[in-house]
Structure formats: structure tokens, C-alpha cells
């Protein structure tokens, strides 16, 4: 079975919200065994527009990904990260 990522691209404007989302995040996190394959970090935009903050997780199957971002702990923690910027979320499956 191929692995799943959730591509993150986000501009945070409230830091201290941002926080929250992390913290309320981490259950599901766990709970999925996601594996952070990058999280912030220097970028380098070669096309297109850029995000401040850039994150890749690893996920073991597309269907765990889709449910970690779907489970109740994930959509509690998604109330503040709305509250603290504004970016898109992907799901993509490996090969």
C-alpha cells in the first residue's frame, strides 16, 4: 500500500493561536502516526507564489491521512489554525 502526504503551505498572522493549533493537533498526530518530513524551514520559490510556513507529513496509507484530518481531535485543533492564517491542505497519495 503507498504512503499518503498532506502538503501544508501556510501564512500565519496570529502566532500565539498558531500555538494552540499545534498543541490541539498532536492527539490526532499521534493517533495516525504521523511522521513530519518537513515543518517550516528555509523555502526557496522557483515558481509561483510562496507561503511563510511549508510542512510535509507522511502518513502509512492515503485512508489514514484522510481520517486524521477528518477525526474529531483534528477538526478541533483546524478551529484555531483558521483563527491563525490562511493556507491550503492537500492530500496526496505516494507512489
Known amino acids: 500500500m503507498p504512503k499518503a502526504y498532506w502538503i501544508a503551505r501556510v501564512d500565519v498572522h496570529d502566532p500565539e493561536t498558531y500555538k494552540s493549533y499545534v498543541e490541539t493537533a498532536k492527539p490526532a498526530f499521534e ?3 504521523a511522521n513530519f518530513l518537513c515543518r517550516g524551514g528555509k523555502t ?3 515558481e509561483g507564489e510562496a507561503r511563510a510556513r511549508n510542512v510535509v507529513i507522511e502518513f502509512a496509507s492515503l ?3 484522510h481520517d486524521c484530518y ?4 483534528y477538526t478541533k485543533a483546524r ?5 491563525a492564517g490562511k493556507g491550503e ?3 496526496v ?3
Open 63 to 65: 485512508q489514514d491521512a
Open 93 to 95: 497519495e505516494g507512489v
Open 89 to 91: 491542505f492537500i492530500l
Open 31 to 33: 493517533r495516525y502516526k
Open 70 to 73: 477528518h477525526s474529531p481531535e
Open 44 to 46: 526557496e520559490v522557483l
Open 79 to 83: 478551529e484555531f489554525r483558521d483563527k
